[in-house]
């Protein structure tokens, strides 16, 4: 949907409270303080965030972009993931760790190459609140006897259902869906089967370790919140009643819409909504 266009954002449940905070959006999958606050920062400034954390598929600078208008790989939502649980600093994926002969002469070995992607408050900050998603919200069904932080995603029409979390030692993603991008007919969602499945490989892989702790995010810092300021000068066009909506209740997107305002893979990646 192009810039300026207009559609329904509507939340999952009819009981949502008339005011919330970011924490409670999050935790409860609830899609239009999002769209406000996306509103106010601007797509461009939601894509850039997510191409410093791992994203590297293009954005476009859709109002939509916030719920999660994107087609993504879960190689590249797994990094960006990763970026939170390593304390902002961003890991390039690769497959091969290490290459040795038959002698044990080591041929070749990854070097990492770390980039400090976000201040290690503000992502500790995330992981709280990710924890409280597991603990008490949409993506309880991925919860572990361990610390693990993690967000549903489902896209209009049940054609994807993701939940992607981490511990702080590991990060996975789990993406349900029709490889030819139909409706899933069971109408599966990110807190059903995706966490369900994440929560059983999880636990099974991590089954014996010692569990770690993440770190404690100071909440009081709020230095770690000054990037989140409007740029200047604010936006002046704000008449626009509602934004593309991420809810798969949400009949807004059942309505045709021009050629020209269309994008290819806009409704595929996991938003807000649980």
Request: overall charge negative; glycine content about 10%; aromatic content about 6%.
């Amino acid at each position: 949907m192009e810039d300026g266009d207009d559609a329904t954002v509507r939340n999952v449940s009819e009981d949502d409270p008339d005011e919330v905070d970011a924490r409670e959006a999050t935790v409860s999958s609830i899609n239009t303080p999002y769209a406000q606050l996306g509103e106010e920062l601007g797509a461009d400034r939601v894509a850039d965030r997510a191409e410093e954390l791992g994203i590297e598929s293009e954005l476009h600078g859709f109002p939509s972009l916030v719920l999660g208008a994107a087609d993504l790989r879960p190689i590249e939502v797994t990094a960006a993931y990763a970026t939170l649980a390593a304390g902002g600093t961003r890991h390039e994926p690769y497959v091969v760790e290490r290459i040795e002969d038959r002698d044990g002469q080591v041929l070749y070995e990854h070097e990492a190459e770390p980039l400090e992607a976000l201040d290690a408050n503000t992502a500790h900050l995330v992981t709280d609140v990710l924890v409280d998603a597991v603990e008490s919200g949409t993506g309880q069904a991925a919860n572990l006897a361990r610390p693990n932080a993690g967000k549903t995603g489902t896209t209009n029409d049940y054609h994807d259902a993701w939940f992607v979390g981490y511990t702080p030692e590991l990060t996975t993603s789990v993406w349900v869906g029709n490889l030819d991008n139909s409706p899933m007919e069971d109408e599966i969602s990110g807190g059903s089967l995706p966490a369900e499945v994440w929560g059983a490989y999880m636990g099974e892989l991590l089954d014996g370790t010692d569990a770690e702790e993440f770190p404690t995010a100071d909440v009081g810092d709020l230095d770690a919140f000054e990037e989140l300021e409007p740029d200047e000068p604010e936006p002046e066009e704000l008449e626009r009643e509602v934004l593309p909506s991420r809810d798969p209740e949400d009949e807004a997107h059942e309505a045709d819409e021009d050629d020209d305002g269309n994008e290819e893979g806009e409704d595929r990646e996991g938003g807000a909504d649980g």
